[in-house]
């Protein structure tokens, strides 16, 4: 039987207490927006940790903009992940990827000045780095994103998520320290069908929740 969430809040508050029963050791909770930023903001409130995000953008096939090929994230220096089977069945190539990512990079940008004010990024060097999302379908987004976040060096880094195909958290739970996720099912679709409500995420809600968060720090 398939685990169903009322919304985000709801898995983030999941989240949160399947976290909070492994003590880690000072940790700082980035989300992947829009949709990660609720999950997230229950988990930062349940650590008491400070909340931060992980600018990433997914590069689309070329006539469908919803089949990732790749993500590219921020970063000094900007984090490239690739998804070689996607990319190569839809015939496009790396030449297509490295036009598409500007665009992206320009957009990331973008979207840090409207969420943090340019405020500069959490210093993560030797504390515990929790990455949350709403849920993963390919995990191309979230493998740019631990790439980008593991060059920061952190003492340990934890994937958390509500919901997760069951191959794709066995290949991503290779590549952190811990992998938290609390649904597997067989039968995936897509990740709002594991939510009652899966409503967009508007960038109004996203600062409004970075703000209470960084009020109540």
């Not at 709801?10 to 909070?20: E, S, V």
């Not at 940790?27 to 949709?35: D, E, N, T």
């Not at 000094?76 to 990319?87: G, K, Q, R, S």
């Not at 500007?102 to 957009?107: D, M, N, R, S, T």
Request: glycine residues 6%; hydrophobic residues 40%.
């Amino acid at each position: 039987m398939r685990t169903v969430f009322e919304d985000r809040a709801d898995a983030g508050r999941q989240l949160g207490d399947a976290l909070r029963k492994k003590a880690l050791h000072d940790p700082v909770v980035f989300a992947l927006p829009r949709g990660g930023v609720p999950v997230a903001a229950e988990v930062a409130r349940a650590l008491k940790a400070p909340l931060d995000l992980v600018l990433v953008r997914k590069i689309g096939a070329p006539g469908q903009p919803e089949l990732a090929v790749a993500a590219v994230c921020d970063g000094a220096e900007p984090t490239l992940a690739i998804d070689d089977e996607t990319l190569s069945a839809c015939g496009a190539s790396m030449a297509y990827v490295n036009r598409e990512a500007p665009q992206h990079l320009a957009e990331i940008e973008r979207r840090r000045h409207v969420y943090l004010k340019d405020r500069p990024p959490t210093d993560v060097e030797g504390k515990t780095v929790v990455l949350v999302d709403d849920g993963i379908a390919t995990g191309t987004s979230v493998r740019a994103a631990l790439e980008s976040l593991r060059r920061r060096r952190p003492g340990r880094l934890v994937l958390a998520v509500p919901v997760a195909p069951p191959e794709e958290a066995a290949r991503l739970r290779e590549e952190v320290d811990d992998l938290v996720c609390l649904s597997t099912p067989v039968l995936f679709g897509a990740v709002g069908n594991h939510y009652r409500s899966f409503g967009q995420t508007s960038d109004e809600e996203v600062i409004e929740l970075l703000e209470q968060s960084h009020a109540a720090r």
